[in-house]
């Protein structure tokens, strides 16, 4: 089992601090971390502050493309994700051709698709999505998604987009194409994930999950094994990678490990401010866990 971080938490109603996600992968590499993983918000409607996991506010940093793009330019061998992209908020198309040109410039191998649905209607809509139909829209993305990754003549007609005969290059280097993570924790992803994606994603996994033990864990590995060959698929092409929250020490690291079904744990980060305390917050981290 590899161990990564994930993005910062975020703190009641404080702006955006200007913390630079490239510079922490650096130092994330130079610990020997093996990810690292960002999650998107583009705007924080006023109106709608944070609801759920974001009931302490909404991170808003760079853009998250833009920012692990660059920080996949500064190292050399860390995995950069999404923890998550927001898919109904981009055009697939636009996407499938920025993720296969951060995936094929960086060597390949490198890039982690962790893709969401999003929760706030406001923003969803603002930024071209049907929020009603989030879920239907993020799988025709997908699709197109794969397709423009892997054949060099692609049309679609679906619900949400038809798409005449055309190519996307470059093409990534990951074959087929950079893994695609579904978060979340609902076992309704289960259908979904086996339909169109290559794994689970659980975020914001909180110390009291943790006291009830990895099992949990195991049991939607099982779930999925069995969705997945019922859907045809090898249930060894759909890895888990989870996103917890709160302080993680080795022990909770070794009893995940133990399960054998984790691909990845991310430890989030902190609520940080500065750069300085973005890599003190990493040294600790390296410290209990690695």
Not at 58 to 82: E, F, H, N, S
Request: proline fraction near 8%.
């Amino acid at each position: 089992m590899k161990i990564g971080l994930n993005r910062p938490v975020a703190a009641p109603d404080y702006p955006t601090p200007d913390v630079d996600c490239a510079l922490l992968a650096v130092h994330a590499e130079k610990l020997g971390f093996e990810s690292i993983f960002y999650g998107e918000h583009p705007i924080r409607p006023l109106d709608d502050p944070g609801r759920g996991v974001h009931s302490r506010g909404v991170p808003l940093y760079q853009d998250t493309l833009v920012g692990l793009t660059r920080a996949a330019a500064m190292t050399k061998t860390i995995k950069v994700g999404g923890g998550v992209f927001l898919m109904p908020e981009h055009n697939p198309i636009a996407f499938a051709k920025q993720l296969a040109t951060l995936d094929h410039y960086s060597g390949g191998g490198r890039l982690l698709v962790g893709l969401g649905i999003g929760w706030s209607q406001v923003e969803i809509t603002l930024m071209g999505g049907r929020f009603e139909r989030r879920w239907e829209q993020m799988r025709e993305a997908v699709i197109i998604m794969k397709m423009l990754w892997t054949q060099e003549r692609v049309e679609y007609d679906g619900e949400f987009w038809k798409v005449p005969p055309v190519l996307c290059f470059p093409q990534p280097k990951s074959k087929p194409h950079p893994p695609v993570l579904l978060g979340g924790r609902h076992e309704n992803l289960i259908p979904r994930i086996v339909d169109y994606a290559d794994g689970w994603l659980p975020a914001f996994v909180t110390p009291e999950n943790l006291a009830k033990g990895p099992a949990w864990v195991a049991d939607w590995r099982v779930k999925l094994d069995r969705a997945a060959a019922e859907k045809g698929r090898d249930p060894r092409e759909i890895q888990i990678s989870a996103l917890v929250d709160g302080d993680i020490d080795r022990d909770v690291v070794c009893k995940f490990e133990d399960t054998g079904v984790l691909e990845r744990l991310n430890i989030s980060l902190p609520f940080i401010t500065t750069a300085e305390e973005g890599y003190a917050a990493i040294d600790r981290i390296a410290e209990r866990v690695l």
